[in-house]
């Protein structure tokens, strides 16, 4: 059996790297129809006995509500930065209850049941680190971890090769894993577009519901198609005819 940690920015701060084609407000919808499809696969799995949800958004404690979890503010574990939170809330999760521990990014709406799968198989064969990094090889978007393999947490930069190097440090077995349901998070533009692309394979999801088959979806592969184009001949205009349809 295994816990799972989901640390969530406030929505309404989300995915500022996405304003050249969502508002705000789609931002935060996007930003929650993902994290919605990540506890979804949290919530249904079997091995799986306890989630929580790290977050001062105002909405996360309905959030968790819905999905069975708890929910952490950030001011009850008396610290600031994302790598303090996490270890905080990590040292109190593993003292407590089930290990090993997931701690997982909530903009991974590929994510599906085979990957928590993998994860928590991998762990216990390894008994290590497993760091689940981003599809650069360059970021990490996942950590599985008992009490005694506990990383030091250093999310950021180049975070992929960092916690390798302080598990090896440490003497810590490590080993990577790339899957795309892990790997692909969104954080830029063409990130929504490698998201758009394999969406079709579970239309069910709160994310596809969100972009396929409806307008804006539609609006954001012009924005992307405009984006792609540049310079080129029409993508200017092309690039502002979507500024407009964003403003209006």
């Known amino acids: ?102 701690v997982l990014h909530g903009d991974l709406p590929l994510l599906t049941r085979e990957d928590i799968d993998l994860v928590l198989a991998s762990q216990q064969a390894l008994n290590g680190l497993i760091v689940g990094c981003d599809s650069k090889g360059v970021g990490t978007n996942l950590l599985a971890f008992n009490a005694a393999s506990t990383p030091g947490f250093c999310f950021g930069a180049d975070s992929c090769a960092a916690h390798i190097a302080g598990a090896k440090n440490a003497g810590v077995a490590v080993q990577i894993l790339q899957r795309s349901g892990i790997g692909l998070d969104v954080d830029e533009a063409p990130d929504l577009q490698c998201i758009m692309d394999e969406l079709h394979v579970n239309t069910a999801s709160n994310t596809a519901q969100l972009l396929y088959n409806t307008e804006l979806g539609a609006r954001v592969t012009l924005a992307l198609t405009a984006m792609m184009g540049g310079t080129e001949s029409g993508g200017a205009d092309l690039i502002d005819e979507v500024k407009r349809g964003i403003a209006s």
């Open 1 to 102: 059996m295994a816990q799972a940690l989901v640390p969530l920015k406030d929505l309404v701060l989300a995915k500022t790297r996405l304003s050249s084609v969502l508002t705000s407000v789609e931002r935060r919808a996007l930003a929650q129809a993902m994290v919605e499809d990540v506890l979804d696969v949290l919530s249904r799995h079997q091995h799986i006995t306890r989630i929580t949800l790290v977050s001062d958004d105002p909405g996360a404690s309905m959030l968790a509500q819905k999905y069975g979890a708890d929910c952490w503010t950030e001011s009850s574990l008396g610290c600031r930065g994302l790598n303090p939170l996490i270890q905080c809330a990590s040292e109190r999760l593993l003292a407590a209850g089930e290990e090993p521990l997931v």
